[in-house]
């Protein structure tokens, strides 16, 4: 999936007032949830042509207010390295683009060690990110649903194939436990 079609189909994870509101979940909450995958684009953007899928997302679009289970993002990404950009955090550890092959992996926070692969790309992990904030968001409405240990390792498994294979399965197994 590319930066454009993300920043799109993000809008449309949140459920609708009524869905939270027959929960019994408060308007302030309800508010927040919906305004959370409202992602604006920034007067600021700058896109290079070489850059990954991820990068011109978090270039053109500001996300620090998008939350995707324990996925957050940065305003803009930082090259603190020449192998990473850092770009967002996963619960408190380091989500980084992995230059010398494109990766994206998480890394303990301010640590050069290397917790999960995430996905084989920027887009490959888009495409994954989705259908997690998708199954997340459902689980948030059903509670057999969030309970459901087999469905949520099924989703761990499709999520892991998108992204490019089974090596990446530990990270999405994480997510949804």
Do not use: W
């Amino acid at each position: 999936m590319n930066y454009t079609e993300f920043a799109e189909k993000i809008k449309g994870i949140p459920s609708s007032y009524e869905a939270y509101k027959a929960r019994g979940l408060d308007d302030v909450f309800i508010r927040k949830q919906i305004q959370e995958y409202q992602i604006m684009r920034k007067k600021d953007a700058v896109i290079m042509d070489n850059d990954d899928e991820i990068i011109k997302l978090i270039n053109v679009f500001d996300l620090t207010g998008l939350s995707i289970g324990m996925v957050n993002f940065l305003y803009q990404p930082l090259v603190a390295q020449e192998e990473v950009v850092f770009f967002g955090k996963f619960e408190t550890d380091d989500l980084v683009l992995y230059n010398p092959n494109g990766e994206i992996r998480c890394y303990e926070e301010q640590s050069e060690h290397l917790m999960y692969k995430c996905a084989k790309n920027g887009s490959m992990f888009l495409d994954a990110l989705f259908e997690a904030g998708c199954f997340l968001e459902k689980c948030g409405l059903d509670d057999d649903l969030y309970n459901n240990e087999q469905i949520a390792q099924e989703m761990a498994e499709y999520c892991s194939e998108l992204a490019g294979g089974k090596q990446y399965k530990d990270f999405y197994s994480v997510m949804f436990s």
